[in-house]
DNA sequence: TCAAAAGTGTTAAACGTACACCCATGA
DNA sequence: TCATGGGTGTACGTTTAACACTTTTGA
């Protein structure tokens, strides 16, 4: 007895203009030729889940580096025209310094995501739903900051990802209370306005948060 | 190019003695026979990846109408001798009066698992860090109650999984505060004490619940 | 000196946590 | 009347949420 197919498609997460993207191809060939898909492919014989997902965003979207984490595996018969094809759906999440990828690849602002082939747009509105609910008491937000960064941004990461404003002096507070950022010491020129301190995330400092109970909520 | 093969396996849940206890098989033929394992099977052609554990869970062990949800999706090439096979691994939950299924399954206590087939062993210890989170914030430890139920009956399902014991009247402050529950105005007799009083889960009341960003927490 | 973003504290309400005794029942 | 489990309230500390002005800088 031999199975069906099983693919692995990826949502990559990125920030653009204080705006959540999402990384698409462009189907050139049938089916959806022309539409736009979630990067994705078949899995190989002998490979992990996360190996493929990691393969899959170099071949077609050059990347390399990035926080994966397994979403959901969708399984409708009928997902795929051409036949059976489960898809173990995957999280990225990317800095917003990383380079545009190669030739069919864009990012694509959420809130205008032209229509995707497959379920992808399913899939992405599952993973954004549990993007927002993982920032709330998990560090994944980090993923989406370079590695120094100011606190303003770190805000901008949580509005653009929780889809709402957060207040800025009650933000800092919960955020500093954590203690899991270390101050650079050093701080950040742009523009005529005050410079705007430095911190790094110390993912060594975290464990002591959630053994604590303690959530990140905004 | 045809695929891998792809498995359902199923983490059941259900309340026994005040203790969680796990659905498993005796394995009769290899690999691992003599073993135990969860209840499981190969995904067929055209199924729906939920319908296929609802299926092997009426198949293997008799059961019907059970809660379920995916859980992860485990594909380490290795994880089975015979060959490739991925597994999409769910998490069900029954309540206490389900009947003991047919001969060659048996609810182990959690707390006392034989060795397990496979990677089951990854995958049950999976399921309850799954399950001990998803209790404090949703309601699906009512699934592991009858329809009908007293607050004691609440409180020992919620100590059963997180594993520690929990405060009798913080406890019902919290629950009866979330307004999901209907008294039923009759009481259960059991013993010489008074009586406990009978509640209901009311599904339609959760909505609100989560709207107001409250949290079920103890 | 102006515009722009950085940075900062207080108060009131809600929530979580610790804790001990009376009630209703059947034996 | 006793043993058993059911049922209840208060006080304190912590966390959240609402809210506006001063600082630093370059143009």
Redesign the pocket.
Known sequence: MTGCRVSVDTVLFRLGLARLQVLLLRRLRPPFAGWSSLPGGLLHPREELQAAAVRILRQRAGLDDVYLEQLFTFGDPARDPRGRVITVAHIALVPPATPLPAGDASWTPLHALPRLAFDHRRIVDYALQRLRGKIEYSPVGFRLLPEEF????V?EAYEAVLGRVL????F???L??LKVLRPLGR?R??????????YRFEESRWEGVRD????F??
Not at 150 to 153: A, H, M, S
Not at 167 to 170: F, G, L, M
């Open positions: 100011t606190l303003t941004e805000q207040d800025k002096r009650n800092r507070k919960k500093l209370s701080a020129k742009v523009g005529a306005h005050r410079p705007a301190r430095l604590k109970g303690n959530v909520v905004f």
